[in-house]
């Protein structure tokens, strides 16, 4: 059995402190394997970007634990989780977080500038990332002169540019009308198939159901069930 390339087992959050303090995660497992692209769906306030934050070791579990890549985030310091992230992590978020000032190929690059990648190198790759999205045509273009699927995909672009196992999105296609949307829920399907990635999107768009090859349902701080997706790209 292929091992999991990021795994939460048990994992609890409480946000918080005295009466204030809540319970986001209770007791939830998750596994993630690579080629896989799967949904995390829930209503609000039902812990899903919690979990996301912790599967990308943005935030630490109260309790349990998490393994990236087979490492375990237990007792790991600022620095390490960091680290992590770095070389195992792919982020794409609703809102782009592309720099205005910044044309696609140097916002993509950003990712491996924090990673030291030599300048000519890391071009070189940007450029690579964003054909592969299809905006080979658009890398001297700036943020304001994309549309917003086209911003996305420079995004999704720099998620992938460092060749992370692990793929982490926050309703990509929320800020998108429905054709858009599909147009990048396609790339991130593909990004899963073809490069081996774990892809991991929140997202409450039924219309992306059939490009999932799983549903994972979470409400109240806990997994509720789940069900395989529906027809994989051919």
Do not use: W, Y
């Amino acid at each position: 059995m292929t091992e999991p390339v990021l795994e939460a087992a048990d994992v609890t959050k409480e946000l918080g402190s005295g009466a204030a303090k809540v319970a986001a995660l209770k007791g939830v497992s998750l596994a993630l394997k690579g080629g896989e692209l799967t949904l995390l769906m829930g209503p609000s306030g039902s812990g899903k970007t919690t979990l996301l934050s912790i599967l990308g070791c943005i935030l630490t579990p109260t309790d349990g634990s998490v393994r990236v890549c087979g490492q375990s985030t237990a007792g790991a310091g600022p620095e390490d989780l960091a680290r992590l992230r770095r070389e195992h992590v792919g982020f794409v978020f609703q809102s782009f977080h592309l720099f205005p000032t910044l044309s696609a190929t140097d916002n993509v690059r950003l990712a491996l500038d924090v990673r030291g990648e030599p300048s000519r190198a890391a071009k070189v790759k940007s450029r690579e990332a964003l054909a592969k999205v299809g905006l080979a045509h658009k890398m001297k273009a700036f943020p304001r002169e994309l549309s917003g699927g086209e911003q996305q995909r420079v995004a999704i672009a720099r998620a992938i540019v460092g060749n992370p196992s692990v793929i982490l999105a926050d309703e990509p296609t929320a800020a998108l009308d429905g054709e858009n949307g599909r147009t990048i829920m396609k790339i991130l399907a593909e990004i899963a198939r073809e490069r081996g990635h774990a892809v991991l999107i929140v997202t409450h768009d039924p219309r992306l159901l059939p490009l999932a090859d799983r549903i994972v349902h979470i409400e109240d701080g806990r997994i509720t069930g789940e069900e395989p997706g529906g027809i994989r790209l051919q």
